[in-house]
């Protein structure tokens, strides 16, 4: 019986509610070729940049798509954020996320996604 109820106990500690590892690419519901806007916002500051080239979309879709969203144990709410993220389809936003934030749940990622997503909001384009 104790047997039972500890692999009852582990079971539910090590699947957490839920959640799995994760990638854009797994999240995203439709074919990532047909993104044509990013938006990134920085929340540090409150500015905003945005492409609708279709080779630095593609560019910075390869480098993110496999990035592992790993389920953060803490999935308590938080405020603020660093850089959310936005794609679009024919000027209809089909997901937003932020560097450790997909819907209402927290993950982790692995590699950092961080600095590919400064890098790329760097190279783009201030917005008014």
Known sequence: MKRILLTIVFT???TGCGLETLTIEDYYKKDLEDVSEIEVFDGSNGSSRTTKNKEEIQSFIKEIKDIKF???EDQSERDGFIYSITFY????????FGLNQIGNDYYNTEPDI????EEFFNSMSEQD
Do not use: W
């Open 70 to 72: 790993i389920p953060d």
């Open 114 to 117: 961080e600095p590919i997503v």
């Open 12 to 14: 539910i500690f090590f």
């Open 89 to 96: 389809e024919d000027d209809k936003a089909t997901l937003q």
